[in-house]
């Protein structure tokens, strides 16, 4: 998988992420995406709360939960609940999202 392909890159947003998580955060998977906006989801097989922020200089792009409504998470990391629908509102520019 994408993991051994680009190990060091897999590594580097591991560090990252220990970094701006909360201590203690346990995470299993790392999703990195670019110029994406997720629809309306649940994820499968989450075991305790997800965790997104998102880079780049774009405007719109928040986070929308049904639990919890709009979320900004540019330059700012926000745990939500992934197991409740949540999907990213539109935006505009390059944007970056890491999910943890």
């Not at 990195?32 to 719109?60: Q, R, V």
């Not at 990391?77 to 390059?94: A, D, I, S, V, Y």
């Amino acid at each position: 998988g994408w993991t051994r392909r680009q190990p060091r890159l897999a590594r580097l947003l591991a560090e990252f992420g220990d970094k701006i998580l909360p201590e203690g955060f346990p995470f299993a998977s790392i999703q990195l995406n670019y110029a994406y906006a997720s629809a309306m989801h649940t994820d499968k097989s989450n075991d305790g709360p997800s965790a997104i922020i998102a880079l780049g200089e774009f405007t719109g792009g928040e986070l929308w939960t049904a639990d919890r409504g709009v979320l900004p998470c540019r330059n700012e990391l926000r745990l939500f609940n992934g197991n409740q629908p949540h999907c990213t509102l539109p935006f505009k520019g390059e944007r970056y999202s890491l999910i943890y």
